[in-house]
């Protein structure tokens, strides 16, 4: 069912045509931290993934977070934007946001902010 | 009406010409201004018309309105620092990263990251790393090295990369990361890194002993290091390069001496000496005439800013100006605290708790303008105005309606910035007593030792219990329960320790953990408020034993704390008193006593002024 071969990890679905800068900070961010990341391009999710085959940053992350054994996933749109989402937050409702025009410092910032959802520490 | 310094109470009654008295309605609202000011004639207005209506009377039907003889005590703040730590020449890191790389120990020379591909194969090296190195290129350029024979065993990394850049090596080493101002780390030096495992602390550079093994130190150079290893202890990770004379001093700041003058004697005591130490100074001089420091000092500082706050304030819209001068300290509370500083040469922004003392001074004027506040609320309501009764007594009056309570009687009126003490003795003797450092104290003691830096959040911690937030939908509180919730929680304030308030969760913004956040609360609470209620107790009783007193009933906006009752109750229960918090006319709680007390006064006055009427039920 899930991606990543089910190993615990913090799932990021990104756009097919999101910077590639911006997928690496992201992944920064979270191995800093100490968790593990899975990408999965929306367009190659793998069978039985109910990643959408596009949509925007909180829809990946929503999907991503779903997936994720550890309920939490990253979504990355076409523009740079990462947003990072909880299995159990209302789907609108992202637990963080880079917001557009990210830089790399707020992808950073962004998988950081995954990874301490995953260990319970203040996303800050 | 009692106007205090946070809150104007006013209570409506009816009086039977045989003196009996029929409470109708009560209201209290926040004081406008410093208390005794004409400031306060708006709140008193709101006060009183708030009264009437849930009376259901109007303002022509009254006859007199009641006042409070203010007592001109003012209360005022100063904390200073008597201890700092320095670090020179760079010698150490202390700053504890949440995510260093690697495990163990490395010594070497520090060399720029920038000169490791010059580096000679030989000794061992601590490579230091400037901002803007990816963890990528620093990962290559080590691993590089390395392969050249060089013995890279640590490095120092401006950004926060420790983890990346440990990850992508060949072999393994102890990396320290989000050091600010790594450039000024002196290179060509020998230097140890030490990261020690998850949950568990250094061992080698907080020990003396280590270091000196490390660095090959004889005993007196040991000696010399041993505020260094002092200083790690308890950390994660740290660095310590060894300089020619780098040193981490624990400097203890003269702060001056005070001097109190009293009982026909003059004492000084040096302000660095402690909390105790000074109190126990000014128990021999009680009572307190007047307090000063030496000029020039950090203590005579502190109180001239005590002083000319209490001029200005007093002074405020007056004809005629307060001397300062004339300003009276008559009491003052010590307390020890301590402050978390950023350490003077340090450079990741190193955070040393530094000792401090805290002083609330209490001055007592004789220039209260009641009389003007008077006028003026007889202005507003078109009714005369009387000032009566010494507030100490009133509060001891109103206390006495609180169920279960006899004579005799000691009142504690817990406020924001004096702690009152008040005793009616079985014979209906009364004397009161205010003694300094009340709520504002305990907000400060928070605000300063969880380093806040918000006055607001201080006082919201004070005011509210902690939890800790554990998921998007529950929380654990300090006490264990676990509550659910069916909204998530913001994700602002996810994992964080937070105060509850009537607005839901706020996030205490610091990095200790609750346990922390509640024993700094606690420990505020206990030595402002447990002290001075002890203290104040045994200055009005009989002899300064607290064995003779029978019912303590404590009021004020403190008195509605959810633990500070408790705290005293705990710490007079040895004596044998009957101690809780008050409920006065049996529905009011600690609130509205004065006002009640005054009321009482006037209903026990006009009896007595007409002799052929019938004895009043109102006495005890």
Known sequence: ?124 | MDIGNSTTEACVAAIDPDGTVHYLGTDLTHTTGVKGTPDNTAGALTAVRGALHRAGRRAGEVTTVLLNEATPVISGLAMETITETIITESTMIGHNPTTPGGTGLGVGTTVSIDDLAEQEPGSPVVCVVPHGWDFDDTATAVDRAVGRGVDVVAAVLAGDDAVLVTNRLTVPIPVVDEVAAVEKVPLGMLAAVEVAAPGRTIRTLSNSYGLATVFGLDPDQTRHVSPVARALTGNRSAVVVRTPSGDVTDRRIPVGELVLRGAGKSLRVDVDAGADAIMETLARVQPLDDAHGEPGTHVGGMLAQVRDTMADTMADGAADLVEVSDIAIRDVLAVDTFVPAEVRGGLAGEVALENAVALAAMVRTSRSRMQLVADLVSDGLGTATAIGGIEGEMAVSGALTTPGVDRPVAVLDLGGGSTDAALLTREGECSAVHVAGAGELVTKLIDSELALGDREVAEAVKRYPLAKVESFFHIRHEDGTVQFFDEPLPPQVFARVVVLTSDGPVPVPTRHALDHVRRVRREAKRRVFVVNAVRALRQVAPGANLRALDFVVLLGGSALDFEIPDMIADALAGSGIVCGTGNVLGTEGPRNAVASGLVRAYAADSVAAVPDAPAPGLAG
């Open chain 1, 1 to 124: 069912m899930t991606a990543g071969d089910g190993r615990p990890a913090v799932l990021v679905y990104r756009h097919p045509d999101a910077p590639p800068a911006a997928l690496r900070e992201v992944c920064a961010g979270a191995e800093e931290e100490g968790v593990p990341t899975v990408v999965a391009p929306v367009g190659e999710a793998p069978a039985g993934s109910d990643a959408p085959a596009g949509g925007d940053a909180t829809a990946l992350a929503h999907a991503a977070a779903l997936a994720s054994r550890l309920d939490v996933g990253i979504g990355l749109d076409a523009g740079g934007m990462a947003v990072v989402h909880h299995a159990k937050l209302p789907a609108r409702s992202p637990a963080a946001s880079t917001g557009p025009g990210a830089a790399p410092p707020d992808w950073r910032r962004a998988g950081r902010t995954a990874a301490r959802v995953v260990k319970g520490l203040p996303l800050g």
